[in-house]
Structure formats: C-alpha cells, structure tokens
C-alpha cells in the first residue's frame, strides 16, 4: 500500500492573513527573491507606483536578472512586513488586465506582449482574474464515458479535467501505482530538467518542493499526491494493460480489451471516448548490441534499474552520453572502481548554477505562508524557461555561418558553452576534441552539467569514443578491436519514441488500424491529437508536439486536455455522438507542419536525434511557440470535423457497467 506524501499548499489566497509570527515572517522576507515580493506587494496593496521605483533594477535573466539595491529591497522588506502582518488584512483586490501585464513585464524585466497575457496568468496558477477560472463545459449526456490510458503526469491532468467537467471516466495503467515514467524510472541522480516550481499542474502549486530541479521521488510523490486529492487513483484500474481498443461501428463505441498483470484475465469494456496518455518515455530501447546476450555480469536500462545489482567496487560501463547517462555516470564514478563511459554522440552541456542546490527554507515559507509569493515566482519560472527560449532554434536563412549555428542568438549560446567547455576542461584538450559538438546548440536536447565535465577528468572514469563492435561474455569489444573487461553494463540509450502507441492495438473505422497509418516510425496526427477514421480518439502527447525549445509536458498537457474538452463540448452541443477530423483538415495542418519545421534547428544537416525517424522526418518536435500552441488549442473549428450521431436504433452510450 503506497503511503500518500502529505504535501503542503502553496498560499494563493488571503485566508492566511495576518500572520502572526512576525519574526519568522522577517526571516522568511530575508531569504525571498526580491521582485517576487515585489510583485506580491503591488499586487495585494495596489500601489503600482512601486513598480516604477523598481523597475529600472530588473533586468531579464539572460542579461543577469535582478540587481535592487539593498537599501531599496529593505523598504520594501519592511512594507510588506507590515501590510501582511495588519490586522484586519488587506481586502481582496482584482487587477485589470492592463495592470497585471505591466506587473508582469517589471517581474521578468522586460516587456510581456499582449498575446502572452492570458496564458502566463493561466500557467501562474492565478484563479478569480478575469477569464482565468476553469471554462464552464455543458453537462455531459448521462452515461458517456471515457477511457483514459496511463496515469502519469498527463493521465492523471486529465481525470481531474474530465470529473471537473461532469464526465464518467476510468484510467487503465500498468503499474501498481501513478506517476508514469517517474514510478518506474528510478536511477540514481534521477532528476528532471525543468524547474520543479514550474514543472506541475497550475491548478496545484507545490509549497514543499525540496530541491530547485526536482528529484526523480520528488516527481513522483507530487503526482501521487495529486492524484489522492483529487480522487483520480481510485478511479485508476492498477497493474492492467490495454491490449486493444476497437472501433464498433454497430454502437458507436469503442471497444476495449484489457488484461491483467496480475492474473491474466481479460475484461472487455465499453467507452464512448479514448484518450491515450502512455507519455513520451514509455519503452525503453531494447539491447541491441550485437553479442549482448553472451555478457555474463549484470546489464539494465537505465529506464529499468535494478536496485539489487552491487555497483560498489565493480568495473562498469554506462553506454550512452544523453540526458540520463548525464545524471546517472556521475553517481556510478563515485562507487565504481572504474568507470567506461561509452559515447555514440556529442550533447551540447549547459551550466544551471543551482542545479543541486535545495530550496532554502525560507523560500519554502514564502510559498506558503505568503500569498501569491508561489504564483509570482512560478510565473518567472515559466517565463524564463519557455518561449523565450524559441529564438534560439529558428533558422535565419541570412545566416552567414550555418554550419555551426542558426541565427545571431544561437551562435552567442554556442559561444558561451564553448567558453563553459573551455573553463571546464582546462588543461585536457583530449577530452574537449572528444565532447566538443560540431552541430547548433539547440539541434538535439541541451543536457544539464550535473558533474559530467568533472567527472569526466576522474582518474577512475574513461570516455570511449571509437565505438562498439560487439559486446562478449567479459565485456565490451571497441571498434578499433580492444576489450574493455565489465562487471557490469548499463544502457543509457533512450526510449522507442517514434513507434507510438505500440503497446496498444488500436483498430478504427472500417478496420484501419493506426500501425497502417503510421507504419513503424512516422505517426501523424492534427494538431497532435486526431486522426482521421478514429472518432472520439484523442492521443495525448501524440506527433510533433513535444515543445522541444522550452516548456514542458505539463503545459502540453493541460492545453491537449483543454482542447479535448472543447472538441467533446462541441459534439454535445451539436447533438453528436462522434467527432472526427477531416482528412483534408488534418492533411492541411500536416502540410502547414512540415513547411514550419524546414524553419527549425532540429532537422539540421548535421544533427541525427531521437527527434527524427530513420528517414530523418521530425515527428515528435513541435515548432510552434507554446503561446501559439496554447491559442490553437482554445476551441475546436467546427468545419475541421465530422460531427455524426450514433448508427439508428443502436445505444449510442456506454452501458452502465461498461463491461463484459
């Protein structure tokens, strides 16, 4: 029985004033981030005025952030610690737009568009703003039922939407328990690489994040707790796989076939509507060496770790120099006798200075015990973390350097790692021949530096670059002929992204199934989400939407469940029971993708990534900007689909046991 991690909320309201302690509150106020408070101030006093006085002190994170004088941050201090501590409280304020725009440019120190407005106030977790509140959906027909498949991050995002809405659902997963990749990834140094106070819902703002880039259980303690708040895990059926899911054109339903883990046993149900949410990372590449059955010490996947394998002392190889063997290598040098590291290809490293670092207390404390200080903070979080970031991957056809970097920003990022490289490796120009990339910063995923580059010069760790031929039963033949004797081998090469929805069986109209679609590794979808001749089938995180510039699947995920929500609505309203994208509709946004992604750094001449099939198509970037993806994404155009009842004289929803 999994033990519920009793996380505390962040303080979004009024409710937790005035505070009482007022020496811990002069502590907390200490330790918090200046033009978090600021806007705090403003925002609970409604003296813009302050803003002018402050403005001119922040500065844009890329240009160095924040720099107040400490005189003038001591004001501050001190005005806050007496509107918070006031008794009666300050009375609730509501903000125009127009204000909250102007408050949001000082907080990131620059100017925030008209176009990022409701959005950046969405992703802040703001509630009671105008146009902020949850969409009011009509009531769903009775008995209408859907299917949700996985229950990780994205699964569990949408059962909360879905009951909000009035929706009857049940989540199938595989495993014992939420949480998705973070439930069965649990290698050492498992972290994520977005900023914990930003990657999470914006409807549950965490007040107990331990660490700035949360660990792998921080993730997943989150997503637990989430999902027992909000009643999702007993609507979850545990340790059970969706073998196939059918489209019945006899009733109008999808027919699904699940089995479980446990015993084997297979239960045919009923939905009038399937969401897939099995997630990016949810099949680990399989050994694919040759001779790799023949080793006789321990190997696993860093996506299936072993915790029973004793790595202290041992001879071990880690294949692979992506984001996880990034995280994971530096833990294994440290308990390894040796350690090989072998690399199929050179990652751009970036330098994050608070990588490790845990949050202070006193930041914890301003997340929840002042109010709106973690809706402030996360909103510079996102800010800083997402769009801002999309500069960096277009292409500028004028470019005079194109070899190496896509526009003036990209080469001014190539030229800061390179100097970051330089500081590094001083002193070992083997080693910076070896990982020096010659492709754009930004044309595969940016690996975070959580210790590589010193690890790299320790006297127990090698760096192998010539290749692998083979593996034997003692260890790792190069390409050059040497043996590389192991105890132990581990895998860091990835996941099978581009076959997705393998693990179901996904049959539509007129017995297309989705394999004779999309074949092995080129799926399709409009918008990411609909395919034609697949009614009612929404893919959560399906082709092209993975926003690789920046941002991350928690975004995606709430404007994807947004949208489904939309879609649903508008068949109801329409009288409906089906809804289906045209073929020409999705054939037209497909084209208009692949026009914008000849524009994107990802399919560059010289970078060969996970984001590409075999025959170098992009199927799982997405090139809009996330403000763009967010607004397509507000409500469905009714001509993009076929809108159809139910086959006359057939029941047209789900029966009430929904199985057989």
């Known amino acids: 029985m999994t033990e519920i991690p009793q996380l505390r909320s962040t303080a979004n309201d009024l409710s937790v004033l005035p505070i009482r302690d007022h020496e811990g509150l002069r502590e907390v106020l200490a330790g918090a981030d200046v033009p978090t408070l600021l806007m705090v101030y403003v925002h609970l006093s409604g003296d813009t005025a302050e803003l002018d006085h402050y403005a001119p002190y922040i500065h844009p994170q890329m240009a160095g952030g924040a720099a107040v004088p400490e005189a003038l941050a001591e004001a501050l201090r001190e005005k806050l610690q007496a509107l918070l501590t006031q008794d009666p409280p300050p009375r609730p304020l ?169 015993d084997g046993s297979e239960t045919l149900r009923h939905y009038n509507a399937v969401m897939t949410a099995v997630g990016f990372s949810t099949r680990p590449k399989p050994f694919n060496i040759p001779g790799h059955e023949s080793f006789r010490g321990e190997k696993m996947h860093t996506a299936r770790w072993d915790d029973s394998i004793d790595l202290a002392g041992k001879r071990v190889a880690v294949i692979g120099t992506g984001a996880s063997s990034m995280q994971v290598s530096p833990e294994m040098a440290k308990i390894a006798a040796h350690l090989t590291v072998f690399q199929r290809s050179k990652h751009w490293v970036m330098p994050i200075a608070n990588l490790n670092e845990k949050v202070p207390e006193p930041v914890c404390r301003a997340m929840r015990e002042i109010p709106h200080y973690a809706q402030w903070w996360r909103l510079q979080t996102y800010w800083n973390a997402s769009d801002n970031w999309y500069n960096n991957v277009l292409i500028d056809p004028e470019w005079q350097m194109p070899e190496v970097s896509v526009n003036a920003t990209n080469e001014q990022i190539r030229q800061y790692l390179l100097g970051y490289i330089d500081e590094k490796l001083a002193g070992r120009p083997d080693l910076k021949e070896k990982v020096t990339p010659d492709y754009p910063p930004g044309g595969k995923r940016f690996c975070m530096d959580n210790g590589w580059f010193d690890m790299l010069k320790r006297d127990n760790v090698s760096l192998e670059t010539d290749g692998i031929e083979r593996i034997v039963e003692n260890g790792i033949i190069t390409a050059d002929g040497r043996l590389v004797e192991l105890d132990v081998i581990i895998f860091a090469t990835g996941y099978q992204h581009a076959k997705m929805l393998s693990t179901v069986e996904v049959t539509g109209r007129d017995g297309v199934s989705i394999r004779d679609l999309w074949g092995e590794e080129d799926p399709r979808a409009y918008y990411g989400l609909l395919v034609p001749g697949f009614p009612n089938l929404f893919v959560g995180s399906g082709p092209n939407s993975a926003p690789n510039h920046g941002g ?9 469940i947004h949208y ?33 992604l000849k524009q994107m750094i990802w399919g560059h001449p010289r970078v060969k990534s996970y984001y590409q099939n075999s ?15 967010w607004n397509m994404t507000r409500e469905p155009k009714p001509d993009h689909f076929l809108l159809d009842q139910a086959p006359a004289g057939e029941q047209s929803r789900a029966r009430a046991v929904g199985e057989e």
């Open 615 to 629: 025959k170098g198509r992009l199927y799982l970037s997405s090139p809009w900007r996330l403000v763009d993806y």
């Open 564 to 596: 489904i929500l939309a879609c649903l609505d508008l068949m109801h309203q329409r009288g409906a029971s089906t809804l289906e994208v045209t073929r020409e509709a999705h054939d037209a946004y497909n084209d208009q993708l692949d026009a914008k």
């Open 94 to 262: 509501v903000h125009d737009e127009k204000t909250l725009q102007r408050m949001m440019s000082v907080c990131v120190g620059e100017p925030v568009a008209d176009e990022f407005v409701p959005l950046v106030l969405e992703q802040s977790g703001f509630t009671h703003i105008p146009g902020q509140d949850p969409v009011p959906y009509g009531q769903p027909p009775e008995g209408f039922r859907i299917l949700i498949i996985g229950a990780g991050l994205t699964g569990i995002n949408a059962g909360v939407r879905f009951a909000e809405a009035g929706y009857d659902y049940d989540i199938v997963e595989r495993n014992p328990e939420v949480g998705g990749t973070w439930f069965h990834t649990r290698y050492p140094g498992l972290a994520v690489d977005t900023p914990s106070h930003y990657y999470s819902y914006s409807f549950e703002l965490n007040g107990d994040w331990k660490h700035w880039f949360s660990r792998g259980q921080e993730n997943q303690d989150y997503l637990v707790h989430t999902a027992e708040k909000f009643g999702i895990r007993k609507r979850v059926i545990f340790s059970t796989e969706v073998v196939s899911c059918t489209w019945n054109e006899k009733t109008g339903l999808w027919d699904v076939l699940t089995r479980s883990l446990a």
């Open 552 to 560: 991350g699947v928690n975004i995606l995920a709430e404007s994807q």
